[in-house]
């Protein structure tokens, strides 16, 4: 019987998120190191230690595909507006607390709310990469951010050819701060903030250094007008004549693409991350996903910031994105496991990380989570991924393994310790104060 360095035992469901989608009962999985080294029945593999999975539903960790971890420290504080009108209130509070150090507050925060609540990975745009990425890894995130670039300095005061010199620079900055290993991105923040040139621009940075790219794309009517009246395009076709397309790109949001947009996206294999919480909270619209997906987009989920959808609860959003489906095509489009994939190994595909995360395989990374199932909501358990989907909650996922390491042991954090990080947010947050709203 092989011995590994640790052991996750007799797990009561273990969900792959293979290409079969296989689901074992009674099952174990070795690990060494950061990586998965066996799966098999219960009483087949032993560990120099052990974690009892009896009870328990134990599967890939979450992949956020769109957020804005820093923005915790906004949570309420754009209400009752569209997108317009939350990027008016934000951006007015970002120039009054926002610095380096306090994204990285902020980020903290954000990470260690993802973490608890099951996700392992999160694609994080925000300023002050540098910052943001230190405090994400600090408390055990597979983090990726990079470097964003708007036409205008910005609330971090940079200037054009400062952003795209800190660009040249990020993978080796990714290399030095170290944590769970994460590809490089540049991060453009829209079409409607960045121009074509600049857009041109990036493309080719993002070449030189072999980075993917993130920007928000088509997220309401009002900014693909806006894009329409000023360039006479729509936003994907000024990324693809821009270049952006030529390399791996991931929309957020993409609520509004056309035709001839998804067509693009196909032929040029980008991704969407879809937003429902945010999306619907801001009338932002509906992203017809299915569509979406029949056609070969890649489609995976995410939160968006704090600030425009209060939390970064990926099991609401997995049930938001399956009901939204229900209600515009009918209840028996919805896929519960399907909704599950999307949120782990369709997360990963959209983000270029497959090959290491999002699903339970020999030769992965070692990003897993751990459910309770000792809860009235969660017996009995009839269909497993519509449990999951329909009925689990951020509160139910008990323990949380990233690259081998346990990062939450009973829904605590072994990373930091909260009651410090609290009172430094509350001591930041005094800050606001004489910022009316």
């Keep these: 019987m092989n011995t590994y360095d640790f052991v996750i035992d007799n797990a009561s469901f273990l969900i792959t998120c293979d290409s079969t989608n296989s689901v074992f009962k009674n099952y174990s999985i070795g690990i060494n190191g950061k990586t998965i080294a066996a799966i098999a029945p219960s009483g087949e593999i032993n560990g120099t230690r052990r974690y009892d999975a009896q009870g328990k539903i134990v599967a890939p960790g979450l992949i956020n595909t769109h957020t804005h971890l820093a923005m915790t420290l906004l949570r309420g504080w754009a209400e009752g507006v569209n997108l317009q009108g939350f990027l008016e209130r934000v951006w007015a509070a970002e120039g009054a607390i926002m610095d380096g150090a306090t994204a990285k507050l902020g980020t903290t925060l954000g990470a260690l709310?993802?973490?608890?609540?099951?996700?392992?990975?999160?694609?994080?745009?925000?300023?002050?990469?540098?910052?943001t990425h230190r405090g994400a890894v600090e408390v055990g995130l597979r983090h990726i951010g990079g470097p964003i670039f708007f036409d205008f300095p910005g609330l971090d005061g940079m200037q054009w050819n400062e952003r795209i010199d800190f660009a040249k620079k990020w993978p080796a900055i990714l290399t030095e701060i170290g944590g769970p290993a994460v590809p490089s991105y540049l991060m453009?923040?829209?079409?409607?903030?960045?121009?074509?040139?600049?857009?041109?621009?990036i493309a080719e940075i993002a070449r030189e250094t072999a980075s993917?790219?993130?920007?928000?794309?088509?997220?309401?009517?009002?900014?693909?007008?806006?894009?329409?009246?000023?360039?006479?395009?729509?936003?994907?076709q000024i990324l693809d004549i821009s270049g952006v397309l030529g390399r791996h790109t991931v929309y957020g949001h993409g609520v509004h693409l056309t035709e001839g947009d998804i067509s693009t996206l196909v032929s040029r294999s980008g991704a969407v991350a879809h937003c429902p919480g945010s999306n619907l909270k801001l009338a932002s619209g509906i992203a017809d996903i299915t569509t979406y997906r029949d056609r070969g987009v890649k489609v995976g989920l995410g939160t968006d910031g704090c600030s425009s959808s209060n939390d970064l609860d990926m099991w609401s959003v997995m049930r938001l994105a399956a009901h939204l489906i229900s209600h515009t095509e009918g209840p028996e489009r919805v896929s519960a496991s399907e909704i599950f994939r999307m949120a782990t190994i369709e997360g990963a595909r959209a983000l270029g990380?497959?090959?290491?995360?999002?699903?339970?395989?020999?030769?992965?990374?070692?990003?897993?989570?751990a459910i309770d199932t000792?809860?009235?909501?969660?017996?009995?358990?009839?269909?497993?991924?519509?449990?999951?989907?329909?009925?689990?909650?951020?509160?139910?996922?008990?323990?949380?393994?990233v690259d081998g390491e346990q990062?939450?042991?009973?829904?605590?954090?072994t990373r930091i310790d909260f009651s410090v990080l609290r009172r430094d947010v509350e001591e930041r947050m005094n800050a606001l104060t004489s910022l009316k709203k």
Aim: hydrophobic letters at 35%; a negative charge; proline letters at 5%.
């Design 353 to 369: 990380i497959d090959e290491s995360t999002g699903s339970l395989e020999v030769g992965k990374s070692a990003d897993i989570i």
């Design 374 to 401: 000792n809860a009235p909501h969660l017996i009995p358990i009839h269909n497993l991924f519509a449990q999951l989907i329909f009925a689990a909650g951020r509160d139910d996922v008990c323990d949380v393994w």
């Design 212 to 236: 993917s790219i993130h920007i928000h794309a088509s997220e309401n009517e009002n900014e693909n007008k806006e894009v329409q009246e000023k360039y006479g395009k729509t936003p994907t």
């Design 188 to 201: 453009p923040h829209a079409t409607y903030t960045c121009s074509p040139e600049h857009l041109a621009e």
């Design 407 to 413: 990062v939450i042991e009973n829904r605590r954090s």
């Design 113 to 131: 709310e993802a973490l608890l609540g099951g996700t392992t990975t999160a694609l994080d745009m925000y300023l002050f990469p540098e910052s």
